[in-house]
C-alpha cells in the first residue's frame, strides 16, 4: 500500500523539528518521519505533509527562514498492520 505525499528534507534533525514547530503555528498538518534514504542521505528525520499543500509549506519555511533541503512528491510505503499481516490481507 502506498501514499503519494509531501516530504520536506533537512539537513539536521534540529532544522526538522524548528520546521515543525513554525509549520504547526501557522496551522499545517505535519509529522516527522524516519527521512527516506532514496530521496536524501543528509538527515535521519523528514517532514510528511499533505502533497497539495507542499508549495505553500515550502514558502512558509522560506518567509520564516528555517533551512530545509528540498521538497518532495513522494510515494510513501505504508506498513501492513500485524493484524493485517496475520490475516493475509
Same mark, same amino acid.
Given at each position: 500500500?502506498?501514499? @503519494?505525499?509531501?516530504?520536506?528534507?533537512?539537513?539536521?534533525?534540529?532544522?526538522?523539528?524548528?520546521?515543525?514547530?513554525?509549520?504547526? /503555528?501557522?496551522?499545517?498538518?505535519?509529522? @516527522?518521519? %524516519?527521512? %527516506?534514504?532514496?530521496?536524501? %542521505?543528509?538527515?535521519?528525520?523528514?517532514?510528511?505533509?499533505?502533497?497539495?499543500?507542499?508549495?505553500? $509549506?515550502?514558502?512558509? @519555511?522560506? /518567509?520564516?527562514? $528555517?533551512?530545509?533541503?528540498?521538497?518532495?512528491?513522494?510515494?510513501?510505503?505504508?506498513?501492513?498492520?500485524?493484524?493485517?499481516?496475520?490475516?493475509?490481507?
Amino acid at each position: 500500500m502506498s501514499l @503519494l505525499c509531501g516530504i520536506i528534507t533537512f539537513y539536521s534533525s534540529q532544522h526538522a523539528v524548528q520546521a515543525e514547530k513554525v509549520l504547526a /503555528r501557522e496551522g499545517f498538518t505535519v509529522e @516527522l518521519i %524516519p527521512g %527516506p534514504k532514496d530521496i536524501s %542521505p543528509n538527515c535521519g528525520v523528514a517532514l510528511k505533509c499533505d502533497r497539495d499543500r507542499l508549495l505553500a $509549506v515550502g514558502e512558509t @519555511l522560506r /518567509r520564516h527562514q $528555517v533551512m530545509f533541503e528540498a521538497c518532495h512528491e513522494y510515494c510513501l510505503q505504508q506498513q501492513k498492520s500485524l493484524l493485517d499481516k496475520l490475516l493475509g490481507r
